[in-house]
């Protein structure tokens, strides 16, 4: 690999206050660029001033769609390191992603080299305040300047930097959930197990019809049957029944989240049957109105776990648990960002120190 080349921008920016910033609008110092050429593959890999990029009108990302990305996190422990949680799984997932949508693998070791390097130059950036992160961004565009459906032939991969506040300012409060019964997310064959704006782009209008009816997120169903669930908004979802943790199995429609896998392992390190299945909205209603649907969470990098206290069906809504947390969701949140955060020894070894 070439080695990183290093431009520090003249005027650094001043450090905003985290309070009430909206997600993803104000980004670090530097940014993290490489280009790819076919013929060439993946060439100079620098870390440069955070700046707009020039882009021809007829790029293929304009108008075809091709671009990936992911969403991960640095964290400040109480000792001042910096941590990245388990970086080598964005890795991986970013080359899933890209070959489903025909992008060049990205090799590991250049994500995981340029993330470290933007990381440690713009480290300042990773805030210290209780519960807040720096929030990474690394993604993929297609950038040949030409009409016509078919795979770039050059590609810009990028990483930028947002300090985020806490997702939960007002504490760990149940989120309520409508399930959709129109409109569709992915399907089997398609895109929805890759991290790609079209599978964001088809839930918008979704989420803003569920938001006017006063509902957190929305959750999908399988394109084919329209019985299955699927996730949750941009989260995956679990869900415990008689003492049980049913989730939907990665059936080519659902992501793959990184943190649905760690809590998978903690569950199962704990004891806890966890069948990965498909699960039908019939099941998950009859367990809701038997009174056997004990707890059930949404997984994913911005919120960790997100508790779900309340669905909506057709017009009929169900609480859980009370509408309050339950023991095992605050159990998972609590492990994994104790582990995020460094507050814990990481027995797993997913923690990777950046400086």
């Known amino acids: 690999m070439e080695k990183i080349k290093i431009e520090k921008t003249a005027v650094l920016k001043d450090k905003p206050s985290l309070d009430g910033i909206p997600f993803g609008t104000y980004f670090s110092d530097h940014m993290f660029l ?14 440069v001033p955070f700046a707009n ?48 949508i025909c992008i060049p693998q990205v090799p590991e070791e250049i994500f995981i080299d340029g993330l470290k390097a933007l990381v440690e130059l713009d480290k300042d950036w990773v805030p210290s305040v209780p519960d807040t992160s720096l929030y990474i961004r690394p993604f993929v565009i297609a950038t040949s300047g030409q009409l016509g459906v078919h795979a770039s032939k050059s590609y810009l991969f ?30 089997r064959g398609g895109t929805g197990y890759t991290k790609c704006g079209g599978n964001y782009g088809a839930s918008i209008r979704a989420g803003e019809r569920a938001g006017k009816q006063g509902f957190s997120q929305v959750l999908w169903l399988d394109g084919v049957t329209r019985h299955n669930i699927e996730e949750v908004g941009s989260m995956n979802v679990m869900f415990k029944i008689n003492g049980k943790i049913i989730t939907p199995s990665l059936t080519g429609s659902v992501l793959p989240g990184i943190t649905r896998k760690s809590c998978i392992e903690l569950l199962k390190n704990w004891g806890y049957e966890v069948d990965e299945r498909e699960f039908t909205v019939e099941e998950l209603i009859k367990a809701a109105e038997c009174g056997t649907l004990e707890e059930a969470w949404g997984t994913g990098t911005a919120a960790v776990v997100s508790p779900i206290g309340e669905i909506s069906f057709d017009g009929t809504s169900h609480l859980i648990g ?34």
């Open 53 to 100: 990029f020039e882009l021809s009108p007829a790029a293929v990302v304009l108008h075809y769609a091709q671009e990936i990305f992911e969403g991960m996190k640095a964290y400040r422990s109480p000792k001042g390191e910096v941590l990245l949680f388990r970086p080598t799984e964005n890795a991986k997932r970013l080359n899933s992603s890209a070959e489903r």
């Open 158 to 187: 990028a990483i930028i930097a947002c300090p985020v506040g806490s997702y939960y300012p007002e504490g760990l409060d149940p989120i309520r959930i409508m399930i959709e019964i129109h409109d569709v997310r992915a399907v």
């Open 322 to 355: 009370g509408n309050k947390i339950g023991a095992l969701t605050q159990r998972l949140y609590d492990t994994i960002t104790d582990i995020q955060w460094g507050k814990t020894e990481d027995k797993y070894g997913w923690s990777v120190k950046v400086c």
């Open 34 to 47: 490489m280009d790819y050429d076919e013929g060439k593959g993946w060439h100079d890999p620098r870390v």
